[in-house]
């Protein structure tokens, strides 16, 4: 069953800011004398804890810390749960010969608690969110809904530079989706244009990306600049992380609507390979765009998996020196935008590319008709 998450910025007033902040302070204290605890036991006793033995001694502990008893028991069970996660990949490095013990955290790292929806933290009629310990209902930004057919699981609420989030995760149902009907597309990743599809469509990179690395280049530099410890550095630390979330969440929204769109309008979608990827990495400009690719690709999957549509994989090499009309070679430099071909066949490069990409995949019509050949993934 696939599990989705769904981030959502939350707007607390400045009495929940303070409860959110006393709870994962809380919370990380909790942690800190439960891996106290794991030390100890294993120094007196040479007893290694366990989960069930902490999560067994949770209930006298909230008995008797009042502090912890104002906030959700599960959320704090998690907090052991998070705890053990660190123990068994603390182990796990051992086998490998690199231990690094977990470590104690401090207030000012400790960003996150994980709750069950309904339990500990509840999507109100009004839409809010009400969680366990915290004044009133905290404010949502929805930008876009929560899948109404699935289940929602665990929330994780968290603080990244200065701001507050809820991640939703979302477990899909499993039922067979039954494949749909309907037109076919090729996609090729451009080199001038973030993607271009077989019926002539070209996707821009969003104007913005181009001033997010501009300032993301700055913010490197300036932050680089400052004195170690210093309070210019600092601050530096923190508008760089400022800056880099809000570019990953303006481009994780225009990679869902793009996904979106696409899924809606065909049954069948066929894109590069991205494991074959020894061409796509000389390109410089695929090179950048290959975040944005990579992404795109995971909302296509599962978008298209809950849709009934078919997205196919094809190998990538030599889509953008091959004619979709007439299947020679037709050699481009990178500066080339347009494919020529002496047959007659012009157009946009990354058109072309698309279209010899829905041809390896079985469909549409051209030289490459059925010339799939995904044995030759291994050879690449
Ligand atoms: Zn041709």
Request: hydrophobic letters at 40%; proline letters at 3%; one cysteine or more.
């Amino acid at each position: 069953m696939p599990v989705l998450s769904y981030k959502y910025r939350l707007y607390p007033t400045m009495a929940q800011i303070a409860g959110f902040e006393a709870m994962l302070g809380a919370f990380c204290d909790l942690y800190n004398a439960a891996l106290q605890q794991r030390i100890e036991a294993y120094r007196r006793a040479g007893k290694a804890l366990r989960y069930v033995d902490q999560a067994g001694e949770l209930k006298a502990v909230r008995a008797a810390d009042e502090r912890l008893a104002g906030y959700s028991f599960s959320a704090e069970q998690q907090v052991l749960r998070r705890l053990d996660k660190a123990f068994v990949a603390f182990f796990g490095r051992v086998k490998k010969g690199k231990a690094g013990f977990p470590r104690f955290r401090a207030k000012s790292m400790f960003d996150s608690a994980e709750f069950r929806v309904g339990d500990g933290l509840t999507i109100r009629k009004s839409k809010r969110l009400s969680v366990v310990g915290i004044p009133g209902e905290v404010k949502v930004k929805w930008h876009r809904d929560l899948p109404t057919f699935a289940k929602v699981g665990a929330a994780v609420l968290s603080r990244a530079a200065g701001k507050w989030f809820v991640c939703f995760q979302i477990t899909m149902p499993d039922e067979e989706v039954q494949p749909r009907d309907g037109a076919s597309v090729g996609l090729d990743l451009g080199l001038s244009s973030l993607i271009a599809t077989s019926d002539g469509e070209t996707v821009a990179a969003p104007q913005w990306t181009k001033g997010a690395a501009k300032r993301q280049r700055r913010l490197q530099r300036a932050l680089a600049r400052a004195r170690r410890g210093s309070k210019r550095r600092l601050k530096a630390k923190r508008r760089l992380a400022r800056h880099s979330a809000a570019t990953a969440n303006r481009r994780r929204d225009f990679l869902h609507k793009l996904s979106r769109s696409l899924v809606d309008r065909y049954a069948v979608i066929a894109l590069e390979d991205l494991s074959v990827d020894r061409l796509t990495r000389s390109m410089l400009a695929k090179a950048v765009h290959n975040a944005a690719w990579g992404q795109l690709r995971s909302f296509l999957d599962y978008k298209a998996a809950n849709a009934g549509v078919r997205v196919e994989a094809v190998d990538p090499r030599g889509t953008s020196q091959t004619c979709p009309e007439c299947g020679a070679v037709v050699a481009k430099t990178l500066s080339d935008r347009t494919h020529r071909c002496a047959c007659g066949c012009v157009m946009d490069r990354d058109v072309a590319a698309a279209k010899v990409i829905l041809q390896r995949a079985g469909h549409g019509t051209g030289p490459g008709h059925g010339l799939r050949t995904p044995s030759q993934r291994v050879a690449a």
